[in-house]
Nanobody
Framework: QVQLVESGGGLVQAGGSLRLSCAAS????????MGWFRQAPGKEREFVVF???????????DYANSVQGRFTISRDNAKNTVYLQMNNLKPEDTADYYC??????????????????????WGQGTQVTVSS
């Protein structure tokens, strides 16, 4: 397991943008699969996006349909940080956003990375509120 610290949440009007950051501990960040999830009040935590390590410098990305085209995940391996750029935010994007990591440094082609159980480390969450 590794430590994850999110930042960048806040209050924004609909149509606005925010960028979330997640700083990770560990010395092999480049081989972590990273994910973002969110949990709205009274709802279950849901998948947003993952950035899956495929070996070497290869990464695969997948987004939830609800954020496709509006959110972008990126990573800076030199800074041990993954980002979530969120554009054209909608009130329904209001939630606590959580960063997650599979820090095993294993290539798991068959792993369902949209599932919470695929990750061994979680951040504390950062709140995003989108007003209408």
């Amino acid at each position: 397991q590794v430590q994850l610290v999110e930042s960048g949440g806040g209050l924004v009007q609909a149509g606005g943008s925010l960028r979330l950051s997640c700083a990770a501990s560990g010395r092999t960040f480049n081989s972590y699969t990273m994910g973002w999830f969110r949990q709205a009040p009274g709802k279950e935590r849901e998948f947003v996006v993952f950035n899956r390590w495929g070996g070497g410098s290869t990464y695969y990305v997948d987004y939830a349909n609800s954020v496709q085209g509006r959110f972008t995940i990126s990573r800076d391996n030199a800074k041990n940080t993954v980002y979530l750029q969120m554009n054209n935010l909608k009130p329904e994007d209001t939630a606590d956003y959580y960063c997650a990591a599979d820090s095993s440094s294993q290539i798991r082609r068959g792993t369902y990375y949209s599932s919470l159980t695929s990750y061994d480390s979680w951040g504390q969450g950062t709140q995003v509120t989108v007003s209408s």
